[in-house]
């Protein structure tokens, strides 16, 4: 069994738990149902991007706890400040120390920022999840979903008006995409092995659909890193660990981006 194997599971758990305290129409009445979200896809393509998006992430299973101090709402306003084009931001606690805590925290700091509900996406409940807490848009995981699950989940993030960014490992997750799918995520790192390959956007980014929106996932930790991937069609780029190791994640953000 594998570590998304393992956390899968769990999640399959944590999902049956809260559908028994919390219906889906109850989340329908958060007030952040009420709200219009903003859109990555757009953000990522305004002039002038700098094309980062930043994590509040504390702690990972590769690399265990990165930063147990960090307060999302100063994190994340740092990050803003910095001028990133959005902001991700975890949920799952068991394996990543997030939270819907932190996710409505991060929205109502950051009102006009696209902010990704990160998580491991399995059940349409999750969905409505996202858009209560404030999420703009959602991430399903290719490795984790059929075709068909992906499909449904993805009908889902658009009754809701939230967008969909898509991550991807290899050339055989790529068939599972849909026309529904807004975004797509190339992640560096081997879900079995935790072994991060840069070129792994690379490669894939040449078989991917041309008019669509590309961001790479996991090991960028360098200027170089972005520029390189910049020449590769890529628009966005996912960090969280290069940040939040620091003592002042904003700082480090804003230092980062004023060297792209």
């Known amino acids: ?29 958060s007030p952040f149902f009420k709200r219009k ?4 896809k757009a953000a990522l393509n305004a002039d002038g991007a700098s094309g980062i998006i930043a994590e509040f992430k504390t702690k990972s299973p590769s690399k265990g706890m990165i930063n147990e101090t960090a307060e999302v709402t ?22 990543f120390g997030g939270s819907f805590e932190n996710l409505a925290k991060a929205r109502m700091t950051n009102p006009k920022t696209p902010i990704l509900r990160k998580d491991f996406m399995l059940d349409p409940y999750q969905v409505y999840e996202a858009k209560a807490h404030g999420a703009d848009l959602i991430l399903l995981i290719a490795a984790s979903l059929s075709k068909e699950e992906m499909l449904r989940l993805s009908e889902t993030a658009k009754e809701l008006d939230l967008e969909i960014l898509v991550e991807v490992h290899t050339e ?15 992640n560096n790192r081997n879900l079995k092995t935790f072994e991060v390959d840069i070129e792994n956007s690379v490669r894939l980014s040449k078989l991917l659909p041309t ?15 972005i520029r390189y991937l910049r020449k590769a069609g890529f628009n966005g780029f996912l960090m969280g660990e ?5 003592e002042d994640p904003g700082k ?5 981006i004023a060297c792209i």
């Not at 055989?172 to 190339?186: A, C, M, R």
């Open 37 to 40: 979200t903003n859109s990555l």
């Open 74 to 95: 100063e994190v994340t306003s740092g990050y803003v400040a910095a001028g990133v084009s959005g902001l991700s931001v975890l949920t799952d606690h068991n394996y």
């Open 252 to 256: 480090a953000c804003k230092e980062f």
């Open 172 to 186: 055989e997750e790529i068939e599972k995409l849909n026309p529904l799918i807004d975004l797509v995520g190339v």
């Open 211 to 225: 008019d669509m929106i590309r961001i790479s996932e996991s090991g960028l930790s360098s200027v170089d890193n």
């Open 1 to 29: 069994m594998t570590i998304l194997d393992e956390i899968n599971n769990n999640k399959q758990a944590e999902i049956a738990d809260a559908k028994s305290k919390i219906s889906q129409e109850e989340l329908k009445l």
């Open 242 to 246: 290069n940040f939040m190791k620091t």
